[in-house]
């Protein structure tokens, strides 16, 4: 619109910058627009001074020392800041852990043969999962097994337990450490409510004490919540392969009706993929005069069924409007979390149905069918039936379809990645004490309009990557880096030499996609079993997690659980917490003494690059491997 004309300072991504200036001739606002609304944003707000827990307030304190130090009930600037972050982190917490625990209701109902569009697609892993939660699987059929899992995982949410199950994959020192610092997560939904309780005026007033909680919280998610929808997503949906796929607003195509799937749960959009691929709903098409139903994604839905259906992708958080303002989308399916409010405004200017799926997540302008797993498959061909019907109601005048498609090597599950190693870790481990391989980078979460978007991630990325580090990526920014052409085996020009000769021999781009925002904890499971065959800990590893462009609750929750896990882990833009340098220093420093690892703020990702390889550095000396340090 009229405040930027200059669209390649927001964004690196040329579909994007085309797209902008679509959306400002059609007189489309985005999300852009929209934060350059709220210049200047409140400062208090930035730095965590402002508190709104109580109608006492809202309070606020002076950083600056010459107003208010405390709020009505007293709270200081320690107290305000770790209140707030630890409601960020029980939010994100929450999300994950809902995500998850809708997915075990549909293994609960698969095994009450309630599910008609849902089946166990993964019986091997039904049963090693089963196994862990110590379930025996001898002489019971599958169904039988899956109704003993979703049991004893709904119990990991709610019951008295001293901890959550899947705990017992992480290594034995990580696990005593937790249980030294009294953080062992007990149950899911539990450390969540106790850090609301806690943080209820005049419970817990001591900074420290809520922050430690914060650990604890963020753990019943990382090795929780999110790890359970990850393993039941790939025990009912089945455990990602590696394919090819293509990636950008390339992927939609002018002669076909095209369905966006958007959200993060699996369990709408996999029945989403059977309904476009029936004889009836082609033949349907066929006879609206469209040459096939093409379904892609955006955000972390886009991921699920690109890593597991090789589906294409087309955009990331930042992209989920100007997908639309293609004008060729008949139809965006919407199930939950970091879906804008705003986005039915941009739909209305153009022929899209909105669809709002999930009885937790309804929107304006959008059309409301509830999916339950008793109905999902017929609602899911009802909604197909509806956006080939829509098909006439596009105005070719206004398609534009900007770029050709980026095409993507996806689907590298950890069971993929062994697979891909021969069958163990012990290439990867080989690699790494060759020093060919330095180490290994987790980049995951969002865009953010603060940064130009993907610029965060594919500078860092092309920098480690240079420099013999390998890349795993989850969430937006994978597809970041599949638009920059860093998950195919060209990329590899661009890794340095070691690098270079161990994925070529491997034939996989030094780039790995891992899936969406829950499969963060695939991240947590290698590097357990990587800490378990070295017999360190994970804070031994020359490893780091980065979330260059964040801006969820959930990437706050994340970054929570990995350092907690002992990995160090980069954050681009700041979080609200510099009201209380004792708590920025806790957080970048102090917590090296406590967990292990800590985290940094940059961002600016080529000194971001400059401090996660010098991490990675000071890791490899002290395993006692050559180091660059
Ligand atoms: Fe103000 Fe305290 Fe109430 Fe927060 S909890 S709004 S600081 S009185
Ligand atoms: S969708 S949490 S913007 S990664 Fe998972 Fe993307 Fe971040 Fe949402």
């Not at 609960?108 to 697609?121: L, M, N, T």
């Not at 149950?187 to 817990?204: A, C, Q």
């Not at 369905?259 to 609206?288: C, F, Y």
Request: with cysteine.
């Amino acid at each position: 619109m009229s405040y930027k004309t200059d669209y390649a300072d927001l964004s690196i991504v040329t579909d994007t910058q085309l797209m902008l200036e679509k959306a400002a001739g059609d007189q489309v606002e985005t999300v852009w627009d929209r934060f350059q609304a709220q210049q200047p944003h409140c400062g208090f707000c930035e730095m965590g001074l402002s508190c709104r827990i109580c109608i006492m307030g809202p309070c606020r304190i002076d950083p600056f020392g010459e107003g208010p130090q405390k709020g009505v009930c007293g709270a200081d600037a320690e107290i305000m800041v770790a209140r707030n972050l630890g409601r960020m982190i029980a939010a994100g917490a929450a999300s994950h852990s809902d995500h998850g625990r809708d997915l075990v209701e549909v293994l609960a109902k698969v095994a009450q043969g309630k599910a008609p569009g849902y089946s166990i697609k993964e019986p091997e892993k039904l049963k090693a999962v089963a196994a862990e939660y110590g379930i025996d699987s001898e002489g019971k059929d599958d169904l039988a097994i899956a109704g003993e899992l979703a049991d004893a995982m709904f119990e990991d949410y709610g019951s008295r337990k001293k901890s959550i199950a899947l705990i017992s994959r992480a290594p034995q020192q990580r696990q005593e450490l937790w249980d030294k610092l009294g953080i062992t997560p007990r149950g899911i939904d539990r450390e969540t409510s106790e850090m609301m309780h806690r943080t209820h005026m005049g419970v817990d007033n001591d900074w420290v004490s809520i922050l430690l909680h914060g650990m604890r919280n963020a753990l019943s998610d990382g090795w929780g919540g999110s790890m359970i929808a990850t393993e039941v997503s790939d025990i009912l949906f089945g455990i990602p392969q590696p394919a090819t796929s293509t990636v950008n607003l390339g992927v939609l195509k002018d002669d076909q009706v095209n369905i966006i799937v958007h959200g993060h749960n699996p369990v709408v959009s996999e029945t989403i993929v059977a309904a476009t691929q029936s004889p009836e709903m082609l033949r349907l098409a066929e006879e609206a005069g469209a040459k096939g139903i093409n379904l892609a994604g955006v955000c972390c839905t886009g991921n699920e069924l690109m890593m597991r259906h090789g589906m294409p992708m087309a955009g990331n958080h930042l992209s989920t409007e100007l997908t639309l303002v293609t004008g060729a989308v008949e139809m965006m399916i919407v199930d939950y979390q970091c879906i804008m409010p705003a986005i039915s405004d941009a739909a209305a200017c153009y022929h899209t149905k909105m669809i709002s799926t999930s009885d937790k997540a309804k929107f304006p302008g959008m059309e409301h069918h509830e999916f339950h797993p008793e109905n999902a498959q017929e609602k899911a061909n009802d909604l197909v039936r509806l956006a080939v019907e829509n098909f006439a109601n596009r105005d070719q005048n206004k398609v534009y379809i900007p770029v050709e498609p980026q095409e993507v090597v996806c689907g590298m599950s950890i069971e993929a990645i062994i697979g891909a190693l021969g069958g163990s870790a012990g290439p990867l481990i080989d690699a790494i004490k060759a020093g060919k391989i330095r180490g290994a980078v987790g980049i995951v979460g969002c865009n953010n309009p603060r940064i130009k978007q993907d610029h965060g991630h594919v500078e860092l990325t092309n920098r480690l990557i240079a420099n013999d580090i390998l890349v795993v990526d989850t969430g937006c920014v994978s597809v970041a880096h599949a638009r920059a052409g860093l998950k195919t085996a060209e990329a590899l020009a661009k890794a340095g030499p070691g690098l270079q000769e161990v994925c070529g021999a491997l034939g996989i781009p030094p780039v790995l996609h891992l899936g969406s925002c829950v499969d963060n904890v695939r991240i947590l499971v290698l590097l357990s079993a990587l800490a378990n065959t070295l017999g360190c800990d994970i804070s031994d590893l020359p490893v780091a997690g980065s979330a260059p462009e964040w801006y969820s609750e959930k990437a706050a929750t994340i970054g929570c659980y990995f350092v907690a896990s002992g990995v160090f882990t980069h954050l681009g833009p700041m979080p609200p917490v510099t009201g209380s340098m004792k708590i920025v220093e806790l957080l970048t420093a102090g917590l090296e003494d406590v967990v292990g690892a800590t985290f940094a703020v940059e961002p600016d990702p080529e000194k971001a690059a400059e401090i996660i390889s010098a991490h990675i550095e000071k890791k490899r000396e002290a395993l006692g491997l050559d180091s660059r340090a």
